[in-house]
């Protein structure tokens, strides 16, 4: 059922609020989980990748799900959402980080953890403002394009531009400086193919979810007629 997501007389979506609030949580998860590098051995590989990347990904499945289902206007209003609590989150951390520990106490690993965060959040909020945007403008053009068709073709092809530009943005701003450009370009090439690999692999749960929705809240949202402006935030 194919309705412009711009004039679209239906109730509000049933289920467009839990699908922000799962969007948002992953967001904030991924972010404080990214403070950390680790190093895995692969058959005599061992790439260099921060924590955030096993979680991270999903959101560009949630970002693909929200403009084939609800369109680009709405999708854009939840990444705005999504972005709003990242920064939420992480001045709150932030400022329980500095503030002074309590007597007999060294604030324990909390402090140290956590001043890394502003850094991270940066990044990331560069990163994903790009990427996600990117992700959701390219997938609605294809769908233009596709006449609706071959979905994987453009959650796949969507992935590849915007995580591209995530992962770089993401990566230059975050660990520029703190690792070797051996090591930086390494962390890169492994994030960007596991994101990619990952939305390839998750392509049949993306069916099904979008297939549900579509379902359930009777929407298939064409962005023939939608202004693409990533600061617009109605209409």
């Known amino acids: 059922m194919s309705r412009d997501p711009q004039a679209d007389p239906a109730p509000p979506p049933r289920h467009l609020a839990a699908i922000q609030g799962m969007f948002a949580v992953v967001l904030v998860v991924s972010n404080i989980a990214s403070s950390k590098l680790a190093t895995v051995h692969l058959a005599g590989w061992a790439p260099t990748f921060d924590g955030g990347t096993f ?110 530009a995530d992962t770089l943005v993401f990566s230059l701003i975050a660990f520029a400086g703190l690792l070797p450009p051996g090591q930086l370009w390494g962390l890169i090439a492994f994030n960007y193919v596991y994101k990619v690999a990952l939305e390839i692999l998750l392509t049949p749960v993306t069916y099904g979810v979008v297939g549900f929705l579509k379902r359930a809240e009777g929407r298939d949202a064409y962005d023939r007629h939608t202004n693409f402006n990533p600061f617009r935030l109605r209409g």
């Open 55 to 164: 979680l991270f990904p999903l959101t560009y499945i949630f970002g693909d799900v929200l403009t084939e289902v609800y369109g680009y206007a709405r999708s854009r209003r939840v990444i705005w959402f999504g972005l709003a609590t990242n920064l939420f989150a992480a001045l709150v951390l932030a400022l329980v980080a500095v503030l002074p520990a309590a007597p007999d106490t060294d604030g324990g690993p909390f402090s140290t953890i956590f001043t890394f965060v502003p850094r991270i959040v940066l990044a990331s909020t560069a990163a994903f403002f790009v990427g996600e945007f990117l992700n959701s403008y390219v997938l609605a053009k294809l769908k233009l394009a596709t006449g609706g068709r071959w979905l994987w073709t453009r959650t796949i092809g969507s992935t590849l531009v915007g995580q591209g």
